[in-house]
C-alpha cells in the first residue's frame, strides 16, 4: 500500500506538535467516498489535488447515483411547495431550501424529472436535475385538468385529462421547446376514451417516443411526437393476475411494475423488462415479501402505486401516502438490489398537509454548484 | 497466537480469529510467514492497541445497536489520533476500521466551506492563481 501522508515540512518556523498530516492519495479518496454530494462540491473547489481526488473517487470508489426528489405542496393557493430530496449513494435526506416558484399552480409529474404547472393562462415546466430553471409557455387550447404530459426529446406532448363536454377528451397537443409553439395532431386512439387521464394512464417515455399504457388492463399505445402517429394497440399483461401496472424507463430499459392479487390482497409486486420492438416482457425481479408488507404498511389495502426511474434505480411508493419508501437498483448483470428508504418520518408528516410529487434526477457536482449559485439556495441536511 | 511487533517495539500476541481481521497479516499467515514475530514498521505500539481493541470487540459483539455505540465513543479521539488510526487500519486492511475512521473524517468535511476544509486538512492550495480567480468568479457562495 502506497504511504498516503507526510508531515508538513515547516523550513523556518519549528515543527508544530501534533501538527495534522496531509492526506492524499488512495486515502483521500476512500475518505471522500464516504463524504456526500453537496459537500463533494465544497471539497472539489480546495486544491487541484483534491479536485482529481474528488473525480476519481466518484468513478472508482463511490459513483453518483440519481436522486429522489419529492415536492410536498399545500392543496390551496398559495400552493406552498417544500422540497426534500434522498442521495442513495449517501443514504440521506436533505431539504433543499430555495425561493418559492411565482405564479404557482399545482404542481405535477409523469416521468422522471420533468416537473409541471398547467394553469389557464400558463404552461410551465422543468427538466433539470434540481429544476432550477423554468420554461414558461403560453397553455395548450384545450383546457385539461388531469393529462398526461410526457417530455419526448425537444418536445412536450400534452394529451388526454379535458374535462370541458365540447372538448374531445382524446386530443393531444405538441409543445415545441425550441420554436415556442403547439401543434395539434392526431388524437389519442379511440379505445381511450374511458381513460384518457393521469389517473387511469401510466406513461413511459425515452428520447424518441412516448408509451401510454392502462394501469388496469395493460392496454398498451406509442406515440412518436415527430410523426406525430399512434402505435397500437399492444398488450403489456405478462401475468394475468396482474390487477394493476406502471410503466417507465430505467436507462434504455422499459420496466413494467405489476401488483398481483387484488387490492384487498396484493400477494406479489414483480418487475418485467419490456422489449421496445416486440413489445414483449422478460420477468426481471420481484419484491420481497418483507418489503411487499412495509409498502403496505399497516393498512392491508394496496390498491395502486407510483413509480419513479431514472439510469439504474426505481423508486416506489404507495400512492395513498402511507407506507415505506422502496428503491431498487440494477446492479451488475442486472440483478435487482431491493432496499428500503429510512428517516420517511419528514415526509409523511407532510402528507397531512398536502400532496406529494415524486421526480428522479441525474444529480452532479455541475448541479449543485449551480444551484448553490442561485438566489439563497441551500442544502440542508435533514436531521 | 499471533505476535505482532509495533514500530517502537512493543510487542502484542493475539489470538488468531483476531489476526486475521487484519487481512495484511492474515495473508502472511497464508503465506506461512507468521510463525515469529511479525514487525507492524507503520504502527506506533499505542495506535496498534486500540486497533486491536476494537477488532476484539467486533468480534466478540453480534449486536448492532451495541457496537454502533461502542464505535461512535471508540472514535472520539483527537486528530491526530485518529489520522493515525485511518493510517494503520489501511496498512493492516481492517475494513470496519477503516470505514469507521474514513467516516469520521468525512463528518468533519461535511458542512464546511472551503476555507474550512483548507484550515482543518492542512491544504496547499495549488491552483495557479488564474484558476484560482476563475474558481472563485464562478462560485463566489463558497467563498462567502
Known amino acids: 500500500m502506497t504511504g498516503n501522508m507526510r508531515l508538513k515540512e515547516d523550513e523556518e518556523e519549528e515543527e508544530e506538535e501534533g501538527a495534522s498530516p496531509i ?65 442513495p449513494r449517501s443514504r440521506l435526506w436533505l431539504h433543499v431550501d430555495k425561493p418559492p416558484l411565482r405564479h404557482v399552480s399545482p404542481l405535477r409529474s409523469s416521468h422522471s424529472s420533468l416537473l409541471y404547472m398547467l394553469s389557464p393562462s400558463k404552461f410551465s415546466f422543468s ?11 403560453q397553455p395548450p ?55 384518457a387521464a393521469s389517473t387511469w394512464l401510466s406513461i413511459a417515455v425515452n428520447g424518441r417516443r412516448m408509451f401510454v399504457m392502462e394501469k388496469n388492463t395493460g392496454e398498451t399505445y406509442s406515440f412518436d411526437p415527430s410523426t406525430k402517429i399512434w402505435n397500437g394497440p399492444y398488450e403489456l399483461h405478462p401475468d394475468p393476475a396482474v390487477f394493476f401496472s406502471a410503466i417507465s424507463f430505467a436507462g434504455d430499459r422499459m420496466i413494467l411494475v405489476g401488483l398481483i392479487g387484488d387490492a384487498e390482497n396484493v400477494k406479489n409486486v414483480k ?21 411487499l408488507e412495509k409498502l403496505k404498511n399497516e393498512n392491508s389495502n394496496l390498491a395502486s402505486i407510483g413509480v419513479t426511474m431514472q439510469g439504474d434505480f ?35 408528516d407532510k402528507t397531512r398537509m398536502g400532496r406529494l410529487v415524486f421526480t428522479c434526477s441525474d444529480v452532479g457536482i455541475h448541479d449543485v454548484h449551480k444551484a448553490l449559485s442561485s438566489d439563497n439556495r441551500r442544502f440542508l441536511y435533514s436531521p | 497466537m499471533i505476535t505482532l511487533t509495533s514500530s517502537d517495539g512493543e510487542t502484542f500476541k493475539v489470538d488468531e480469529v483476531v489476526a486475521v481481521k487484519m ?34 470487540k467486533h468480534v466478540e459483539t453480534t449486536k448492532k445497536e451495541e457496537l454502533r ?69 464562478a462560485n463566489q457562495w463558497a467563498f462567502e
Open chain 1, 23 to 87: 492526506i492524499y492519495g488512495d486515502v483521500l479518496e476512500l475518505i471522500l467516498s464516504h463524504v456526500p454530494l453537496v459537500d463533494l462540491a465544497h471539497a472539489c473547489l480546495v486544491s487541484d489535488t483534491w479536485k482529481h481526488a474528488v473525480s476519481s473517487s466518484l468513478f472508482h470508489l463511490n459513483k453518483l447515483r440519481p436522486w429522489l426528489v419529492v415536492h410536498t405542496q399545500t392543496t390551496r393557493s398559495p400552493y406552498l411547495t417544500s422540497t426534500h430530496a434522498y442521495d
Open chain 1, 127 to 137: 427538466r433539470d436535475p434540481l429544476h432550477l430553471t423554468w420554461h414558461h409557455a
Open chain 1, 141 to 195: 387550447l384545450v383546457w385539461r385538468t388531469d393529462p398526461i404530459v410526457a417530455a419526448v426529446g425537444s418536445r412536450i406532448v400534452i394529451a388526454g385529462g379535458s374535462c370541458d363536454f365540447e372538448d374531445d377528451p382524446l386530443a393531444v397537443e405538441v409543445y415545441d421547446v425550441e420554436s415556442r409553439s403547439w401543434d395539434s395532431c392526431q388524437s389519442m386512439p379511440a379505445n381511450l376514451k374511458d381513460s
Open chain 1, 271 to 291: 418487475l418485467w423488462k419490456v422489449d421496445e420492438e416486440t413489445m414483449e416482457c422478460e420477468k426481471v425481479g420481484e419484491m420481497p415479501q418483507l418489503l
Open chain 1, 314 to 348: 426505481i423508486y416506489i411508493h404507495n400512492t395513498s401516502g402511507s407506507g415505506a419508501l422502496l428503491c431498487c437498483e440494477f446492479k451488475i448483470h442486472d440483478e435487482i438490489e431491493w432496499s428500503i428508504i429510512e428517516n420517511v418520518i419528514i415526509i409523511s
Open chain 2, 23 to 56: 487481512q495484511t497479516i492474515e495473508h502472511m499467515m497464508e503465506d506461512g510467514c507468521a510463525e515469529t514475530a511479525i514487525p507492524v514498521p507503520n504502527v506506533t505500539g499505542k495506535i496498534l492497541a486500540k486497533a486491536i481493541d476494537f477488532i476484539k
Open chain 2, 69 to 137: 455505540a461502542w464505535d461512535a465513543d471508540f472514535i472520539k479521539v483527537d486528530q491526530a489520533t485518529l489520522y493515525d488510526l485511518l493510517m494503520a487500519a489501511n496498512y493492516l486492511d481492517i475494513k470496519g476500521l477503516l470505514d469507521l475512521t474514513c467516516q469520521r473524517v468525512a463528518d468533519m468535511i461535511k458542512g464546511k466551506s472551503v476555507e474550512e476544509i483548507r484550515e482543518i486538512f492542512n491544504i496547499e492550495n495549488d491552483f495557479t492563481p488564474e484558476e484560482e480567480k476563475e474558481i472563485r468568479k
